[in-house]
């Protein structure tokens, strides 16, 4: 069997992507013994690792990633002149003047790195460096899988660079060579953390909402994976949702002809399950959800192995 590195994704969040992520996870283990390396890549707002705890507090690595550029003041150098910002030098309005100090200072979360100021500042007072932009983080989860997510600094402008920094930790993994599955929950929307995280993979599964901004977010996440000619196939959680939006929805993707993973029904077993910090197959393996994702996951089998 190929390893294959797989991804969910959806245009928009809360659409029960990493919830499906954790239960594919854990019927890969039980139903074909296949340990897959999980990667949260949801770098902004990361949250598998609440159903996936580690198994030992002491076994969580920490690497610090440095790929955000920022401008640092040098204020040895400054002579006072106030041309910062009586000539704009700062386009993102990161600079202030502090009138009592006669420096400049700059606000850390609006800098760009951007460099205008060091290249217009007649005295070299500033220097533009790189800082802490994220951390990598990984560990062995409860259920022994290899497990790895990733978290952004606040005010770091390089979120894709370190989802494309996960996914080349991952390969790194001494369970790597082994796994036959990686497995990742993709960040939400269409932005650079998405366009990292699908660039290179085997198959993409795209999951939405039978509603209005459920197919407008997945036309646009659509146009994302097309961009990569990967491979995709969808699936729609609540499926039975009475939006008044069905047949529009079903004539869409009639009309496209794009591929139905599988359907969600809604499920209060999915919450409840969320509300446990546990994944749903797990929780409840009879409820109608967790049929639907076991077929989903048969089906899913099929397109990637066969
Ligand atoms: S940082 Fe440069 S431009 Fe700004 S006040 Fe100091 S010397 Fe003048
Ligand atoms: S590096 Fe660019 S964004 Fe940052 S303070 Fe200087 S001019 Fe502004």
Redesign the pocket.
């Known amino acids: 069997m190929e390893r294959k590195i797989i991804a969910i994704i959806s245009g928009k969040g809360g659409v029960g992507k990493t919830s499906l992520a954790a239960s594919l996870a854990s019927l890969a283990s039980k139903e074909n013994g296949i340990n897959p390396i999980i990667l949260d890549c949801d770098v902004d707002a990361p949250n598998l690792a609440l159903i996936l705890p580690a198994r030992s507090e002491n076994e969580i690595n920490s690497l610090d990633t440095y790929t955000t550029l920022k401008a640092e003041?040098i204020e040895d150098?400054?002579?006072?002149?106030?041309?910062?910002?009586e000539?704009h030098?700062c386009e993102f309005e990161a600079l202030r003047w502090d009138a009592e100090k006669?420096?400049?200072k700059i606000d850390y979360l609006a800098c760009e790195g951007c460099g205008a100021?060091k290249v217009?500042?007649?005295?070299h007072?500033?220097k533009i460096d790189t800082v802490k932009s994220g951390e990598i983080i990984s560990y062995k989860t409860k259920e022994d899988k290899a497990f790895v997510y990733g978290k952004t600094k606040l005010g770091s402008t390089t979120s894709g660079k370190l989802v494309s920094d996960m996914k080349e930790f991952a390969k790194n993994l001494p369970e790597f060579e082994e796994s036959k599955l990686v497995l990742i929950d993709g960040p939400p929307g269409i932005g650079c953390p998405v366009i990292a995280t699908v660039s290179g993979l085997d198959f993409v599964v795209t999951i939405t909402e039978p509603t209005p901004s459920g197919l407008h977010d997945l036309i646009r996440a659509i146009e994302v994976v097309q961009q990569f000619n990967i491979p995709f196939g969808i699936i729609i959680n609540k499926s039975d949702l009475k939006s008044g939006f069905q047949d529009g929805f079903n004539d869409y993707i009639l009309e496209t002809g794009f591929n139905v993973i599988g359907k969600i029904p809604y499920d209060i077993n999915i919450p409840r399950a969320m509300s446990f910090a546990e994944n749903v197959v797990d929780f409840n393996p009879e409820s109608e959800s967790s049929k639907a994702i076991k077929a989903i996951y048969e089906n899913l089998k099929q397109l990637i192995w066969s």
């Open positions: 003041f150098l400054c002579v006072h002149c106030e041309r910062c910002i000539e030098f006669k420096i400049p100021c217009l500042c007649p005295e007072a500033f």
